[in-house]
């Protein structure tokens, strides 16, 4: 049957709304007026700036810090999980399955709120130590259940073939779940890396004073006067996800 | 169930499960805790239990904040239905090689920063922003407009936050929709209006209901969108939190206010699981 025709135009709209905004800020971080709603001129300015902003440098190296340990110990944690829940069923498991899934549910400003008390109470001062536990605890559910979407997925007579062959049950998950499943590891990763390198809320609750990452900083940039090298910094930034989409899309296709 | 099960592997889950619980579940049993707890003189929290911090949320300051909180997320989901199910349709029922690339441009948002997209709209609403600039380029306005710092601006920021979440589980049920029913309405000379109502709308119901409940609960704590478009006075829940744990310093009152949050939230989610969306909210 025949999509009608304004139900077309309206997905356009659609399409428009979600891409016009990010666009115009991608067009005026070229714009050499310093007041940035009027156009004056080609301009690379800003993004000179950025590069010399030592501040703006720091809280980079901290987020990829911050993203890079905390999407490991992610990793980790998500493919035990996801392998623990589908081969290896245990008591208490709805529980902690019901347990999994709060970080991904509850609102952020709850998850800030509680990790800031409990890092208080234990008396941990808040450091990139304090940040990577959050962005941990908030990206490792998401690894899981990705990961065990796809276990799921998996023909268990793979396993047992593996099995039969004389293979081990570590040798069958090494040598023949483990190369299955990569994709969808893979695919994880990068979406708890984005997850984490974008988090704001939660960051902004556990990060101490030497701990600034790029997002609290970028905040911290649009709370006080916005000059145009914000532009600058969201057009890269905009760049840098949509690597990151794109990567994570054609490494699960395979 | 797998037959094969790793050796040794019923200690797999004893790290994530210990993980969770130290790092998550303790957090929240705290904030429960403190929650009927008392504050103290300079801010610190005293351990006299008290049931004053709920009570107090229902001072009509608070409940004002509540209600704006509940009618923005209420909205918000309206908003990304309307919106969300035309284009949701038509992925679903685009060529094969189309519909991969209408998704890929629908998650692109979805993996943008937050704060940036929100930005874009600073940009555009701000007094001296694009759109004031361009409407008196046009000779339409002569000062600059109130755009930004407004109710309506948060309500513009939170539905384009939130679109992607309400068009990917639409899409999702639209697709599996079998277009042979919808053929056979129309041949049962069903009016455009009937064949949404009566059949494509009931058989897509998982998806509409999976997608207003993922726009729902992220609108309904949201700190982001009110902090940077709304004004003073567009204060959501999320911000009195922010605001009684960052500022007022007062954590009890503060503790009490999340729990509340969190009932919203979970009230959403049960109802969510109740209206049979057991497939997970990923």
Redesign the interface.
């Known amino acids: 049957m025949k999509t009608r025709s304004w139900l077309v135009a309206a997905s356009f709209a659609d399409l428009l709304f979600l891409y016009l905004p990010i666009a115009i800020l991608v067009v005026f971080s070229f714009n050499a007026s310093k007041l940035s709603a009027r156009w004056q001129g080609f301009s690379l300015e800003w993004y000179a700036k950025l590069f010399t902003d030592q501040a703006l440098l720091s809280a980079t190296v901290n987020s990829l810090i911050v993203a890079t340990v905390s999407t490991v110990l992610a990793g980790a944690l998500g493919v035990l999980t996801a392998v623990a829940l589908e081969r290896q069923p245990f008591r208490w498991q709805g529980a902690f399955e019901v347990l999994l899934l709060m970080p991904i549910v509850i609102p952020e400003i709850m998850m800030g709120v509680a990790m800031l008390l409990f890092f208080v109470m234990i008396k941990l001062p808040l450091s990139l130590l304090t940040m990577i536990i959050a962005h941990t605890i908030f990206n490792f559910p998401v690894v899981a259940l990705i990961v065990r979407a796809r276990l799921r997925k998996l023909d268990p007579r793979l396993e047992e073939a593996a099995s039969d062959l004389g293979a081990t049950p570590w040798v069958a998950f090494k040598r023949v779940t483990l190369p299955l499943l990569m994709p969808g590891i893979v695919g994880a990763l990068l979406m708890a890396f984005t997850l984490s390198l974008d988090d704001f809320i939660i960051s902004f609750f556990t990060a101490g004073v030497g701990s600034t990452t790029l997002p609290i900083k970028v905040y911290g940039m649009l709370k006080s006067a916005v000059t145009p090298e914000v532009n600058a910094l969201s057009a890269i930034l905009v760049l840098v996800s949509m690597g990151l989409v794109a990567v994570a899309t054609w490494v699960q296709r395979k | ?7 040794g ?2 200690w ?2 004893v ?3 210990a ?3 130290l ?6 049993a ?2 429960l805790a ?1 929650s009927f707890a008392t504050r103290g003189t300079y801010g610190g929290i005293e351990w006299a239990f008290t049931l004053g911090n709920y009570t107090s949320i229902a001072d009509p300051l608070y409940l004002r904040i509540f209600w704006r909180s509940l009618w923005l997320a209420v909205l918000t989901t309206i908003i990304c239905l309307v ?2 199910f ?2 949701a ?3 679903a ?2 060529p094969q090689r189309w519909q991969g690339i209408l998704l ?6 979805f ?7 929100t ?6 609403l ?1 007094s ?3 759109l ?2 361009v409407l008196s380029a046009l000779g339409l306005t002569h000062e600059p407009l109130p755009l930004l710092f407004t109710d309506t601006a948060v309500l513009i920021g939170l539905v ?1 936050g939130y ?2 979440f309400m ?1 990917l589980p639409l899409y999702a049920a639209l697709e599996r929709l079998d ?1 042979s029913l ?2 056979a309405a ?1 041949d049962l000379y069903a009016r455009p209006l009937q064949v949404f109502t009566r059949v494509v709308l009931p058989l897509s119901k998982p998806g509409v209901i999976a997608g207003c409940v993922l726009v729902f ?2 609108s ?2 949201a ?2 969108t009110p902090d ?1 478009l709304g004004g003073a006075r567009s204060m959501m829940i ?1 911000n009195l ?2 605001h009684q ?2 500022v007022v310093r007062d ?1 009890p009152f ?2 009490a206010l ?1 729990f509340v ?2 009932a919203g ?2 009230a959403a ?1 049960l109802y969510y699981l109740r209206a049979g969306g057991e497939r ?3």
């Open positions: 169930m797998s037959p094969i099960q790793l050796g592997g019923r797999l889950i790290p994530p499960a993980t969770l619980i790092f998550f579940g303790v957090p929240l705290l904030v403190v919106m969300g035309p284009l349709y038509v992925i029922r685009a890929f441009l629908v998650i692109i948002p993996w943008t920063n937050f704060l940036v997209r930005y874009a709209w600073m940009f555009i701000r001296e922003g694009l004031s600039t384009y679109l992607p068009v277009p919808i053929e129309w609960i992220p309904l704590g700190y982001v940077l999320g939190i922010q744990y960052l954590w503060g503790s999340s949050l969190m939230v979970l989610v997970g909210l990923l």
